[in-house]
């Protein structure tokens, strides 16, 4: 069973900047589509970014582009959403999912396109 540990949620401000990590133990994270999705309180589950396997190519929701910027250290087996300038409307449970095949980061990623799922870190935005 994989297991995908995310940490770095917490209380952040308007405007203040957090880094959120994601890291397995028992596997490389290299050449894995490493996504990142939030899920706000009553809705949806959505990507926010996203870093290809099989390019490393991105993908940012239109809501984040610009603040977030999803990154790989691969001789430390993280992957990285730096989140800058955020906005309340970033609240939310955060969770790094994982998809082995090369998937090609997209707009159209949905949460069942991942097989693999963290517990989720909690980020709460509050001046």
């Known amino acids: 069973q994989v297991h995908l540990v995310e940490s770095g949620g917490g209380l952040v401000q308007p405007g203040g900047s957090l880094r959120l990590s994601c890291t397995a133990s028992e596997f490389s994270l290299e050449e894995n589509t490493i996504a990142w999705f939030r899920q706000a309180p009553g809705k949806q589950r959505e990507a926010v970014s996203c870093?290809?396997?099989?390019?490393?190519?991105?993908y940012y929701a239109d809501s984040v582009k610009g603040r977030f910027t999803i990154s790989r250290d691969n001789a430390k087996n993280f992957v990285y959403p730096q989140m800058n300038n955020v906005k309340p409307e970033d609240a939310g449970d955060y969770y790094c999912?994982?998809?082995?095949?090369?998937?090609?980061?997209?707009?159209?990623?949905?949460?069942?396109?991942?097989?693999?799922w963290g517990q989720g870190t909690q980020v709460t935005v509050s001046s």
């Open positions: 999912a994982q998809e082995t095949r090369f998937l090609i980061c997209a707009p159209n990623i949905i949460p069942a396109d991942f097989p693999s």
């Open positions: 870093i290809s396997g099989y390019d490393d190519s991105t």
